[in-house]
T-cell receptor, first 116, second 117 residues
Framework: SAVISQKPSRDICQRGTSLTIQCQVDSQVTMMFWYRQQPGQSLTLIATANQGSEATYESGFVIDKFPISRPNLTFSTLTVSNMSPEDSSIYLC?????????????FGPGTRLTVT | AQKVTQAQTEISVVEKEDVTLDCVYETRDTTYYLFWYKQPPSGELVFLIRRNSFDEQNEISGRYSWNFQKSTSSFNFTITASQVVDSAVYFC??????????????FGGGTRVLVKP
């Protein structure tokens, strides 16, 4: 299975600022995903990030608010822009492991964000 | 649209009791994958199992077992002889099985399991 790390592990930010979360994988992966888990809630997919193309956002999430970069096959960043207290969540990246026919999906340890 | 329902929001048991977590899903796809994840208090998401829609065999892994019934669109999870370390939130998830979409997961609401000593 892929080993995934995220930075920072947690942060407390002021409203109106932005935070960039990094996701690093120990092997090359095709697709990376960013999820949000609001307090006490389930996980919701924000976007899918493929290397070399624009991220694909799910309904309710927009690029201006959650810009994503995917510069290579082992790294991605998610920025939470112009934060408000409603953005307080755990943000998780996940990757598909290489292989066929279809993939197991593993998650990073998450970034716990609190916006004051 | 895909949907996953975990009707039980919280289950409390005493150690060594068995506990079964229900998962019901909806999808129009004929090919799909089902997953179970564990989220302990530390917050990380731990992969437990993946099952494809063509494989209805039940699976056992140690104290964990899974019952997949396509006829009722259910993928239930049983922990046998529960232990305090099993206390966590458990999520059932469903994915489309297309290379184009990737393995986007739709999660259920989660079931919090509390195992008391």
């Amino acid at each position: 299975s892929a080993v995934i790390s995220q930075k920072p592990s947690r942060d407390i930010c002021q409203r109106g600022t932005s935070l960039t979360i990094q996701c690093q994988v120990d092997s090359q992966v095709t697709m990376m995903f960013w999820y949000r888990q609001q307090p006490g809630q389930s996980l919701t997919l924000i976007a899918t990030a493929n290397q070399g193309s624009e991220a694909t956002y799910e309904s309710g999430f927009v690029i201006d608010k959650f810009p994503i970069s995917r510069p290579n096959l082992t790294f991605s960043t998610l920025t939470v822009s112009n934060m408000s207290p409603e953005d307080s969540s755990i943000y998780l990246c996940s990757v598909e492991s290489a292989g066929t026919p279809l993939y197991e999906q593993y998650f990073g340890p998450g970034t716990r964000l609190t916006v004051t | 649209a895909q949907k996953v329902t975990q009707a039980q929001t919280e289950i409390s048991v005493v150690e060594k009791e068995d506990v079964t977590l229900d998962c019901v899903y909806e999808t129009r796809d004929t090919t799909y994958y089902l997953f179970w994840y564990k989220q302990p208090p530390s917050g990380e998401l731990v992969f437990l199992i993946r099952r494809n829609s063509f494989d209805e065999q039940n699976e056992i892994s140690g104290r964990y077992s899974w019952n997949f019934q396509k006829s009722t669109s259910s993928f239930n999870f049983t922990i046998t002889a529960s232990q305090v370390v099993d206390s966590a939130v458990y999520f059932c998830a469903l994915s489309e099985a297309t290379k184009a979409a990737g393995n986007k997961l739709t999660f259920g609401g989660g079931t919090r399991v509390l195992v008391k000593p």
